[in-house]
C-alpha cells in the first residue's frame, strides 16, 4: 500500500479566543467576612483543578490593597510575582491590577489562595493578541509565538535548508519579498515551471515561515520572517533514498555561509534497521550538526517503540507531535497514538521534544499529489484563498525548527549543542499522553521558545556516546594527530597504551573504545575538507518516505 493510501484522514477544528473579564467587589467581601480561602479561587480555575490535579495551570493573581503610601506599579507587580514564584512557575508582572501570571498546580494554588495577601487567582485565558489577532490556527498560540512577533521575534536574518519534496513559490513565501533564497534538486526531474510537485514540502516550509498574507494573517507559520532554502531529496510520491537525502545534507554543509543557513528541517523517515552507529544518514547530520547547524527530525508516525531514521540519533533533535485538541492551551495536550517514541539501541530516549503536529493547517500546492490524493484536507481561509491540512511528525518537526528559528534570532551565537539544551529544558508540561501509554520522549515537554530565548545560555555536558561509523570516517583526517583517550585501557585483551595514530586501525572496533568528548571539536580545521567533491558511501534505500499521518492502528 503506498504511503499516500495510508495517510490519516483529519478533520479541521479551529479555536476561538475568548476574553474574560472578572472583578472582585469590595462591598460583597464586607458584606462576607467569613469567606473561606478557597472562595478566592474563581470557579472555573476551580473545575480545571479538580480535573486536573497533577497539572500546572495558567493563572492570574491579583493582590489586596494595602493602604500604604501611594507607588508605582511596576513595584506592585514585581511583589506578585515574586509571590507567584514562591508557590509555583512565574510568568510576568501585571502591576496595573497589582497582580501577575503564573503557572501553578492545583495544590500550590490551593496553597496561595490561603494567604493573606492574595485577593483572587484567575484562570489566565487565552485572548486576542496583536499580531496574532486574526489566527484560526491553534499551534502558534500554543508556542506562544504572537507575543514574539510583537516583540520583533519573526526568525529575519535565519535560514532554515527545507530537505523535502521542494517548496513552491507561493505568495506566503514570497511576498512582499521572496525568503526561498535558493532551490537545488537531488530527486527526480522536475516538470517545467513546478517547484513541488508532491506538495509536502510547501506544506512543512508554510509552517516554519509562512507570513499569512494571502489569508490576511489567518494561517501564519511559527516564524514568519524566516529564510528557506529547498533542497528537494523526495520525490513526486514522497519517496526518495538515502544517498539523496545525504547529498542533500552535503549541500547544505558546502553552502551554510553562502545563504545563512544555521538549521536543517527533515521531515521525513526511514525504518531504523540498524542502530545510528550504523547508520549513513546519522553520520551525515552528525556532520552537519558538528559543522554547526541545528538539525531537526520527526520521530515517525510507528507509535510506541519505533523511531525513524534520521531520528535516532543522539545530536540530532528529534521530534514528537501533540494534539493540540484546537487550543492554544496544553493543558489539553495528548500524544497521538501514532506518534513515534523509544530508545533507539544505543541512543537516547526519542524524541527529544513535542510540538503540536495534528490537524495542522498550512501551504497548499494545488494540483500537487498530496492534493489530489486528499482533496477532503484543503481548507479555506475567510477571504477565499486555500490552504491544506496533515497531520503527523513530519508537522511536528517544522514546528520546531521556526521556534528554533526564532530563537537564533535572538541569540544567534548559540551553538547546535547549546540549542539542543535550551529546547529540551525549558519545555512545557502538557496534558496527558496516549490513554494508559506513558510516552518517555515526552517528559521535555511541548517547545517552549519564548522560555528559551529567555533563559541562559547553557554549559553543555559530554554526551558520552560515540560518533556514528559514516562520520568517523569524515572525520578522521581532522582529527589526526589529536591525543587518543581509550575508556578501557584492557579493552577486548589490547593493550590500548600502546596503540597511537601510527599503528592505530582506524574501524569500528577502535571507535568503541574512544572517548569521542575527548576531542577538541572546537579546534578543527574545517576548511581542509572539500565539501562539494565529498563522496559519500550512500546507502540504496528506496523506502525513505515523507513522514505524515501514517498510523500503526487506526486512522487519527
Request: charged share 15%; glycine share 12%; proline share 7%.
Amino acid at each position: 500500500m503506498s504511503i499516500l493510501k495510508r495517510l490519516l484522514p483529519c478533520a479541521l477544528a479551529s479555536a476561538g479566543a475568548a476574553v474574560l473579564v472578572l472583578s472582585a467587589s469590595p462591598a460583597a467581601s464586607a458584606a462576607n467576612p467569613t469567606r473561606s480561602a478557597e472562595s478566592r479561587v474563581a470557579p472555573g480555575l476551580e473545575r480545571e483543578m479538580r480535573a486536573n490535579p497533577g497539572h500546572e495551570l495558567p493563572v492570574i493573581v491579583q493582590l489586596k490593597a494595602t493602604p500604604s503610601p501611594r507607588r508605582a506599579a511596576s513595584d506592585d507587580g514585581k511583589d506578585a510575582l515574586a509571590l507567584v514564584s514562591q508557590h509555583g512557575r512565574g510568568g510576568k508582572p501585571l502591576g496595573l491590577i497589582r497582580g501577575a501570571s503564573g503557572a501553578l498546580t492545583a495544590n500550590e494554588i490551593d496553597k496561595l489562595s490561603h494567604d493573606a495577601r492574595v485577593a483572587a487567582i484567575y484562570q489566565d485565558l487565552p485572548v486576542r493578541h496583536s499580531g496574532g489577532e486574526n489566527l484560526l490556527t491553534a499551534y502558534p498560540g500554543e508556542l506562544n509565538a504572537p507575543d514574539l512577533w510583537d516583540a520583533g521575534r519573526t526568525g529575519r536574518g535565519v535560514t532554515v535548508a527545507v530537505l523535502d519534496s521542494g517548496i513552491a513559490q507561493d505568495t506566503d513565501l514570497t511576498q512582499p519579498t521572496n525568503r526561498i533564497l535558493t532551490a537545488v534538486n537531488f530527486a527526480d526531474p522536475l516538470p517545467i515551471g513546478v517547484q513541488d510537485p508532491g506538495g509536502h514540502g510547501t506544506h512543512v516550509a508554510g509552517i516554519i515561515g509562512g507570513n499569512g498574507g494571502k489569508s490576511n494573517r489567518q494561517y501564519v507559520g511559527i516564524a514568519p520572517n524566516v529564510n528557506l532554502v529547498d533542497v528537494r531529496v523526495l520525490d513526486t510520491f514522497g519517496s526518495g533514498r538515502a544517498s539523496s537525502v545525504i547529498a542533500g545534507l552535503q549541500w547544505v554543509v558546502a553552502h551554510k555561509n553562502d545563504y545563512g543557513i544555521r538549521i536543517v528541517n527533515l521531515s521525513l523517515g526511514a525504518p531504523a534497521t540498524q542502530d545510528y552507529v550504523h547508520d549513513p544518514i546519522a553520520g551525515a547530520v552528525e556532520v552537519a550538526w558538528l559543522r554547526g547547524l541545528v538539525v531537526v527530525g520527526a520521530a515517525g508516525n510507528g507509535g510506541a517503540g519505533v523511531v525513524d531514521s534520521p531520528g535516532i540519533d543522539p545530536r540530532i533533535i528529534t521530534v514528537g507531535a501533540v494534539d493540540d485538541m484546537a487550543t492554544p492551551w496544553i493543558g489539553d495536550d495528548t500524544v497521538p497514538i501514532w506518534s513515534g517514541w523509544g530508545v533507539p539501541v544505543g541512543s537516547d530516549v526519542k524524541p527529544d521534544i513535542m510540538a503540536p503536529g495534528r490537524r495542522i493547517v498550512s501551504l497548499r500546492v494545488p494540483g500537487s499529489t498530496l492534493d489530489q490524493q486528499l482533496p477532503d484536507r484543503v481548507v479555506g481561509a475567510l477571504n477565499g484563498s486555500s490552504y491544506f491540512r496533515l497531520s503527523g511528525t513530519s508537522m511536528a518537526a517544522g514546528v520546531v525548527s521556526g521556534a528554533i528559528a526564532l530563537l537564533l534570532e535572538a541569540h544567534p551565537t548559540l551553538t547546535p549543542d547549546q540549542v539542543k539544551a535550551l529546547m529540551t529544558t525549558t519545555g512545557r508540561s502538557f496534558g496527558v499522553a496516549a490513554p494508559g501509554v506513558p510516552v518517555p520522549g515526552a517528559t521535555n515537554g511541548i517547545v517552549n521558545p519564548r522560555g528559551a530565548i529567555a533563559s541562559l545560555t547553557p554549559t553543555v555536558a559530554p554526551r558520552g556516546l560515540r560518533i556514528a561509523n559514516a562520520a568517523a570516517q569524515m572525520l578522521y583526517p581532522l582529527l589526526y594527530g589529536q591525543p587518543l583517550n581509550w575508556k578501557d585501557p584492557a579493552y577486548a585483551g589490547v593493550d590500548w597504551r600502546q596503540v597511537n595514530w601510527s599503528n592505530l586501525i582506524w574501524d569500528n572496533f577502535a571507535w568503541d573504545n574512544l572517548i569521542w568528548d575527548d576531542f577538541a571539536w572546537d579546534n578543527l580545521i574545517w576548511d581542509n575538507l572539500i565539501w562539494d567533491n565529498l563522496v559519500w558511501d550512500a546507502s540504496t534505500w528506496n523506502n525513505l518516505i515523507w513522514d505524515v499521518g501514517a498510523s500503526p492502528t487506526a486512522p487519527d
